[in-house]
């Protein structure tokens, strides 16, 4: 089952993905998404625990991509990216759900310096309410693992472009094919219990140490934002990782 299943990254896993699974379960705000193979449209939204429980019923894996993608006022990030959350893992555990794959992000670490190498063990600094919703969303994944038997992986997106568009991605790209197959390890991993794994291609210039993540999925990336540098010359790196997110004034509008 996908959440967010029509949005920018959700239509490309999607199509990456086609045929490999059997009764695809999407929910989507509106209906006319253009189903592919095996896929099941149900329409509403993160706010109805009931209809995300029905959903839910007898799936083995979601796959949370829904909610806000970019900084906004707090309430808007209260309703969709922390109730919504709640309401999906809270619907996950009442179906029985074996695993949920959350889609977090980089900006849940935003605030650590660029030059200062990161891994999965270390405290978050978000640069956003986005990036609180996002440490929110991993902590309530080690609560419904540790109280209930869930298996969470936690998925701290970096930049997911078809190419690196600015010289802070030369760290943070996330390319198409990457991310597809990281979600594919993801689902098809065996016993993953909980895991923070960073989504980010095998970037020469990357800001965070994720060789415990991408060993217990089994994914190695295999695109490299290197490629890009040359298209960048000029450009001053961001002082910290989370880049624009950082700025006092920021209220949307970079993805």
Known sequence: MYTGGAGRMGTVIRAGLEGNYSDVRLLVKSPGTGLLEGETEF???????????????DVDTVVHLGGIADERSFPEILENNIVGTYNLFEAARRAKVRRVIFASSNHAMGFYPSDTKIDNEVLPRPDSYYGVSKVFGETLGRLYHDKWGLEVVSLRIGSFREAPGEARQLSTWLSHRDAISLVQRAIDAPDLGYQIVYGVSANTRGFWE????????????????????????????????GGGYVDPDYTGGLW
């Open 43 to 57: 329409v509403g939204d993160l706010a109805d625990l009931d209809l995300l429980t029905k959903v839910c019923s």
């Open 210 to 241: 994720n060789e415990d993540g991408m060993k217990a999925l089994d994914w190695r990336p295999l695109d490299n934002a290197e490629s890009w540098a040359d298209q960048f010359a000029g450009q001053t790196p961001p002082a910290y990782q």
